[in-house]
């Protein structure tokens, strides 16, 4: 018998050996920018270098729910493995347009033996996700746009007479409305509740309408560093990675405002009807164990999906910058922080996107 089961187990890993040499191709979406590399250099790389696959990028996770919707409605399916918020992944699941996942089967455990279902951060696997960080949207402002202090809290981005110039704001409700809210003074453990009533959803629109005429738009990550960095606007809502990037290896005088940070968690889904599943299943396997995710903490300041990957986070790769304050979890930026409720957008999201749409065009 252990014999037989010896052999088994080799078969079973010449099946995938033979799979990855079979297909030397996966195609994989994400964002682009400082968070690609920071993909490439933590996942993609080692794996091409262990399996000889090529792994070919995409930055269209920005329109990664109806890529995949039109893909999967032409039955033309071609991309493997999707980097995709976890609302939108709800959402793609519930529209049967992503596949589910066994996460004990498809994910490694951490090096103590803790099933990977008791090693990831709780509330972060989704039926058909799987996470790899966890990462704040937040504001953030150019030092030089203000004489003395600038910007604290919420409050004050609504304060145009106090700290003057233009907002830069991502062009969807998500965030921008719970924040309104919280603006106007809703408590942090009331704004979805109040954000589920008709009332609550115009006064977080009357809200928004006292700053909207000083409001210019973002769609793609790189743009707020942007703005801030030619002073377009003075303060923006970002992604703190990018901001940290910006600080880091531009060199340019950001500041971001921790006050209320809406933490996230983004990670891997795959499209249904793909035909590398072998493969797929090998990459994210070895892209999502403990050390490949504490790994990608070298190159940007996001946090790790994986509680056994967070002692390992150490030093910004080439530097003596630790990377562990600049985390959206450590526990001093967590003070005021807000968990994005992916439940309340998988049921609201689109009659809200649909109003929200209405209003910037208005």
Same mark, same amino acid.
């Given at each position: ?120 951060? *709780? +509330?972060?696997?989704? =039926? ?7 990462? !704040?949207?937040?504001? @953030? #402002? $150019? ?76 769609? *793609? +990550?790189?743009?707020? =560093? ?7 606007? !003075?303060?923006?809502? @970002? #992604? $703190? ?122």
């Amino acid at each position: 018998m252990k014999r037989f089961l010896l052999m088994t187990g080799s078969v079973a890993a010449l099946a995938v050996t033979g799979a990855v040499a079979q297909d030397q191709q996966l195609t994989i979406v994400s964002w682009g920018g400082a968070y690609s590399n920071s993909q490439q250099k933590a996942y993609h790389e080692p794996y091409e270098e262990k399996t000889g696959v090529e792994i070919l990028n995409e930055d269209k996770s920005a329109n990664a729910l109806a890529g995949i919707r039109a893909q999967v409605e032409a039955g033309n399916v071609t991309w493997d493995v999707v980097d995709m918020l976890q609302a939108d992944a709800q959402r793609a699941c519930d529209e049967g347009l992503i596949l589910e996942i066994d996460h004990n089967e498809w994910l490694e455990p951490a090096p103590d033996g803790t099933p990977a279902t008791e090693d990831f951060i *709780e +509330g972060t696997l989704g =039926p058909c996700f799987i996470p790899q960080i966890l990462y !704040a949207t937040m504001f @953030a #402002y $150019n030092t030089e746009a203000f004489d003395g202090e600038g910007p604290k809290t919420v409050e004050d981005v609504w304060d145009l007479e106090k700290f003057p110039g233009t907002r830069s704001l991502q062009k969807i409700p998500q965030k921008n409305l719970e924040w309104a809210l919280l603006a106007d003074g809703v408590e942090v453990d009331q704004v979805y509740e109040v954000l589920a009533t008709r009332e609550g959803q115009d006064r977080a629109f009357a809200k928004l309408d006292e700053i909207k005429d000083n409001v210019i738009w973002w769609t *793609e +990550g790189a743009q707020p =560093p942007q703005m801030l960095a030619d002073q377009e606007a !003075a303060i923006a809502t @970002a #992604y $703190n990675g990018r901001i940290f990037n910006a600080q880091v290896n531009e060199d340019q005088p950001f500041k971001i405002m921790w006050d209320h940070q809406m933490f996230e968690t983004d990670g891997w889904v795959v499209p249904v009807d793909t035909g590398n599943l072998d493969l797929i299943k090998d990459y994210i396997r070895f892209a999502t164990d403990t050390q490949r995710l504490a790994d990608q903490a070298k190159y940007i300041s996001y946090g790790p999906a994986r509680k056994s990957s967070a002692p390992l986070v150490g030093m910004l790769e080439g530097t003596d910058i630790d990377m562990k304050p600049h985390m959206p979890t450590n526990p001093e930026n967590l003070e005021t922080a807000i968990p994005f409720d992916v439940q309340f957008w998988a049921d609201y999201g689109d009659a809200l996107e649909e109003r929200f749409n209405a209003w910037v065009a208005g």
